[in-house]
């Protein structure tokens, strides 16, 4: 937290009098297209260092200290940077690899003073194409790495072998993977908001539960995560009842929630979905649901919707407050690629931290536009701003630490 606190001031320092200075933010490049690297001297061992502005006299008689990471790279020929690793050649991830890279650049342009400069690693959607993209970062200075950002590729990463330096993986991996040391993982993932969901609901009192499900892969997800945390927390689950668009559903749909009492309904649906089977749910029972319920705040769209609590990021829900205003917007942008682009700051901003501190303890906190995240067991894990549809419109109810909301500490 010290460490954090250090860097905040720094910051925040630098923000306020960066009007009165001609300070540079640090350049965004891109790699050039992946090669088979010609045969090189291995680089040495990067050994712990002095802090980077620490400069240490010789002194008769005593051995040096060894050299900093950045003094090796730079020693070496290289120059050390901060890479992005993201499938922008893919035909399928291409666009949302797009929105990542925008907001992380946006962070990155907001640096100042600059910590490391950007360098972007684009490749395709091939694991070995990414796992050869990593190496080439290394071997070109990376003194950290933001990605991969597909399941497959982050599991591929940590059975690699490769992870030399502090990694912040944009996904999870596949199953119960064992985590590289320099592995962390942070990613926008709707099981994680679901159990969120859970915590909140049990810790406002309520005990029993129905959930209400869309039949689709994704929903059904939710829908089993929150059921195992619901469980988990010692809550009572009454009736699971599912749903497809079709309307000849919904009246059965409504006669399983009407006999299944319970204290809240969790429903599991995207937006579209969540607007058809609202009418038909009991309107005096507390209904709780993730982001996934909210597709913007167009007029009159979300009025079935009134009444029901989800959590999503405060760069949705408080765009105006002044701290998640300090990064620009993208234009043209769907709610998906939105919190894309969110991921893609808050990426960079856990990596400028992490540059400055490499080895980062559990309990860490920053305070995103996603969320206010927190590091435990190699994870970075968001707890998000909640809100509640009134009259049409998702209202934020509360948000962590608002003062200091976007700001690392």
Not at 27 to 39: G, L, N, S
Not at 67 to 91: E, M
Request: net charge neutral; aromatic share 8%.
């Amino acid at each position: 937290m010290q460490r954090f606190a250090t860097f905040l001031i720094i910051l925040f320092a630098a923000f306020n009098s960066g009007c009165a200075t001609s300070t540079k933010p640090a350049p965004v490049t891109e790699a050039r297209p992946i090669a088979a690297p010609a045969p090189s001297a291995p680089m040495p061992a990067m050994p712990a260092a002095l802090p980077e502005n620490q400069t240490a006299k010789a002194t008769p008689l005593i051995a040096p200290p060894p050299p900093t990471a950045v003094a090796i790279l730079q020693s070496s020929g290289l120059k050390a940077h901060i890479a992005l690793l993201l499938p922008l050649k893919s035909a399928s991830f291409g666009p949302a690899a797009k929105a990542v890279r925008q907001g992380a650049v946006a962070a990155s342009i907001m640096q100042i003073p600059a910590v490391l400069p950007l360098q972007v690693y684009p490749t395709g959607d091939q694991v070995e194409d990414i796992v050869s993209a990593y190496q080439q970062a290394l071997q070109a200075g990376a003194k950290i790495v933001i990605g991969p950002l597909t399941r497959n590729a982050v599991t591929a990463l940590a059975k690699s072998g490769l992870v030399e330096v502090p990694t912040l993986a944009l996904n999870y991996p596949e199953g119960e993977e064992v985590l590289p040391e320099n592995l962390y993982l942070f990613g926008l993932t709707a099981e994680g908001e679901a159990r969120q969901a859970a915590r909140r609901a049990f810790n406002d009192g309520w005990r029993t539960a129905l959930t209400v499900t869309a039949n689709t892969p994704l929903a059904k997800r939710v829908q089993l995560a929150f059921s195992d945390a619901w469980r988990g927390l010692g809550g009572k689950l009454v009736a699971q009842a599912s749903f497809s668009p079709e309307q000849t559903q919904f009246p059965a749909l409504h006669d399983t929630v009407i006999k299944h009492r319970a204290d809240i309904i969790f429903l599991a649906a995207d937006a579209e979905r969540a607007r058809m089977v609202r009418p038909y749910l009991d309107p005096n029972t507390p209904t709780y649901a993730t982001s996934m319920v909210f597709g913007g705040n167009q007029i009159g769209r979300n009025v079935d919707l009134n009444g029901v609590l989800f959590a999503d990021m405060p760069w949705l829900l408080v765009p105006d407050h002044p701290a998640v205003m300090v990064y620009p917007r993208a234009e043209n942008f769907s709610i998906e690629q939105e919190r894309l682009y969110a991921l893609g700051i808050d990426a960079f901003r856990i990596a400028t931290v992490m540059a400055q501190n490499p080895r980062l303890g559990d309990g860490s906190m920053l305070d995103g536009v996603t969320g206010q995240i927190s590091l435990a067991n190699h994870q970075f894990q968001r707890e998000m701003a909640v809100a509640q549809f009134r009259e049409g419109t998702a209202v934020a109810t509360e948000f962590a630490n608002p003062k200091n909301l976007g700001d690392p500490q």
